[in-house]
């Protein structure tokens, strides 16, 4: 009884021994895994995480199925009402529209479809049309501050297009009336930056700055800023009559200016003549002529005769 009971346990021992000896084996031959990897055990649902266990499927693979079901659903419906189906399948767009096409909420691969004639699914299929052609619109006049501390009132013109009709739907909920708004706030901010001089006098490097700050802000949104125009410059009324008032004084001074050299040039002439006349004295009888036919040539009945002043000068009592 003892032999069969002492054989029982070298013989448990024995087997018990060759499985440490194989899972000895087998676990140098498996590579060394971090430790992550340790605390990671693949279960039926997924991996094991410390003792919990979470599904690690593709939520976007989960919803994959009912997605193709969906699909066949809308290609079924379609085959089974056609051709009545065609009137609510086939759309068209014009030669400046793109159709930006979502399928259960999902951008199609291709993009945006057209010009021309496309195909939608019913009940699964929405799209939304983007005119691609150059959109202007009027900046709202814009009380601004400038750099001198003068308040204008300006406004101004804004040529706009959509260059990818996709991001101008994904990226932005209203590209053109974003774009409005921010043609407002940034024609405020430049030209606040500005004195009035430079607003009046720099229109075309203004004009620039703006498009260029609109088109780089716009460009996420798919748009493009192809030109900004300063339409027009409102001053106050106090402000038009003290620049009206300078204006005026400034051209009396040099009118005034212009006038007294003029008489500084005649009266240096008129010496000039005086001289020559003087190393003459048959010039004077000369001019005396030439007077008195220019008088007759008008046919005057008066004759205005010049009295020398030598001779005043000798009849004149006070003359020693």
Request: with cysteine.
């Amino acid at each position: 009884m003892y032999s069969r009971s002492q054989e029982r346990d070298d013989d448990y021992r024995r087997r018990f021994s060759r499985q440490d000896v194989q899972y000895t084996a087998n676990r140098n031959q498996q590579p060394l895994v971090s430790s992550m990897n340790l605390s990671q055990r693949p279960t039926a649902m997924g991996y094991h995480y410390s003792g919990e266990s979470h599904d690690l499927k593709d939520k976007r693979e989960e919803s994959g199925y009912c997605f193709g079901i969906l699909i066949v659903l809308s290609y079924f419906l379609v085959v089974i009402t056609f051709p009545l189906s065609l009137c609510v399948c086939l759309k068209v767009v014009q030669e400046y529209e793109r159709a930006v096409i979502f399928r259960l909420g999902r951008i199609l691969e291709n993009g945006a479809r057209g010009p021309g004639l496309f195909f939608i699914l019913p009940c699964v299929d929405t799209y939304s049309k983007v005119d691609l052609r150059t959109v202007t619109f009027d900046v709202p006049p814009q009380e601004i501050l400038t750099k001198d501390s003068v308040t204008v009132a300006v406004d101004a013109v804004v040529y706009f297009r959509i260059f990818n009709s996709v991001i101008s739907i994904t990226n932005v909920e209203d590209a053109a009336k974003s774009t409005k708004l921010l043609a407002a706030t940034t024609l405020r901010n430049v030209l606040g930056t500005k004195t009035l001089h430079e607003i009046l006098a720099e229109r075309d490097k203004i004009d620039n700055v703006i498009q260029t700050s609109l088109d780089e802000a716009t460009d996420p949104w798919g748009v493009k800023v192809e030109r900004v125009e300063v339409k027009d410059v409102r001053l106050p009324v106090a402000l038009q009559k003290a620049m009206a008032a300078e204006a005026e004084a400034s051209r009396d001074a040099r009118a005034k200016f212009i006038a007294a050299e003029g008489e500084m040039k005649a009266s240096r002439g008129l010496k000039e003549a005086a001289d020559i006349i003087n190393q003459s004295p048959i010039a004077m009888q000369l001019r005396y002529l030439q007077t008195l036919t220019q008088i007759a040539a008008e046919r005057n009945s008066t004759i205005v005769f010049p009295i020398p002043i030598e001779l005043l000068q000798a009849v004149s009592p006070n003359r020693r």
